[in-house]
């Protein structure tokens, strides 16, 4: 998207920035150390509200914006075939990646743990670290060091196709009506098919849990920046958008119609501009506090 940005010729510089994730993102943004993110939607949301993960606790980053929901990150859930885990239920006594202390992933582990009646103490071992770098949790699980982990990532995840053509690996489904209590406790989850034949060796679809990555910015960038910036990229260069940018979710998912689908926290003037000039319908609960 900075390349975009950078080759239109416009009154506009980016510089793209690699970093931890969406705790970071928001946090940056929220102290102007960014002026725009990627964040998943939960991870705003409890940015927003100062709840959720440690790091937000009584701390809410009130000038935290939505720009854009822009595709699927899925709970992924993989389990060793040899481990008899075909259900969340299954994961008692187990060796299981929960994702690190105080992160989005483990919140999320919580919050599905506890439409089961669970917690992180029925475990064997919470096991915390990397997903999917290397001598990461994707690792373990292929050496057999754990039974199972939780990554949430884009369908496809090459770190889940590489361990999956080395090792015994199964996608563990979650039923409907579990999501879907999740869903009228906590909004931002929803779900999704993973088709079967995604990964190798798993042929069946897998019924999951989806967050969204979501474009975050500040109540303090202009709104004619986050305007020109979303005009640019999601409109006069959508084609580039599209086909430039090396990500087959955005591709496969992200339109201006689904682009306010998960929207956890409230619209940045500027992408209210823009989304309202390409007739697209905004929630009262989305629209910007008033000043």
């Known amino acids: 998207m900075a390349k975009i940005i950078n080759e239109t010729g416009i009154d506009m510089r980016a510089n793209a920035r690699s970093t931890g994730g969406s705790v970071f993102n928001d946090r940056a943004v929220g102290a102007g150390q960014l002026q725009m993110g990627i964040s998943q939607n939960n991870i705003a949301y409890y940015a927003y509200n100062g709840s959720g993960v440690e790091a937000f606790k009584g701390k809410p980053i009130k000038n935290l914006r939505g720009v854009a929901v822009l595709y699927p990150e899925t709970i992924q859930i993989l389990a060793r075939k040899d481990s008899g885990i075909k259900s969340i239920s299954d994961m008692k006594g187990k060796r299981v990646y929960v994702g690190d202390i105080g992160s989005g992933t483990e919140q999320d582990v919580k919050n599905l743990f506890g439409a089961f009646g669970m917690s992180l103490d029925n475990l064997k071992a919470p096991i915390r670290g990397s997903a999917g770098s290397a001598g990461s949790a994707v690792g373990l ?63 069946k679809d897998t019924t999951a849990v989806t967050l969204k990555a979501m474009l975050v910015t500040s109540s303090k960038v202009s709104e004619d920046t986050v ?47 823009f989304f309202k000039q390409h007739n697209i319908s905004i929630k009262d609960s989305q629209m910007p506090p008033s000043s």
């Open 227 to 273: 305007y020109q910036f979303m005009e640019t990229v999601f409109s006069k260069k959508k084609k580039a958008f599209y086909n430039d940018i090396q990500n087959p979710n955005l591709k496969k998912y992200f339109t201006l119609d689904s682009a306010l689908e998960g929207m956890s926290i409230p619209l940045h003037p500027g992408a209210v501009k």
């Open 141 to 203: 699980l292929r050496d057999g060091q754990i039974d199972a982990m939780f990554y949430t990532v884009g369908i496809g995840a090459s770190a889940i196709t590489e361990a999956a053509q080395t090792a015994p690996i199964n996608l563990v489904s979650i039923k409907p009506e579990k999501i879907k209590e999740l869903h009228t406790k906590y909004p931002f989850y929803t779900e999704l098919d993973i088709p079967g034949g995604t990964y190798p060796g798993m042929d």
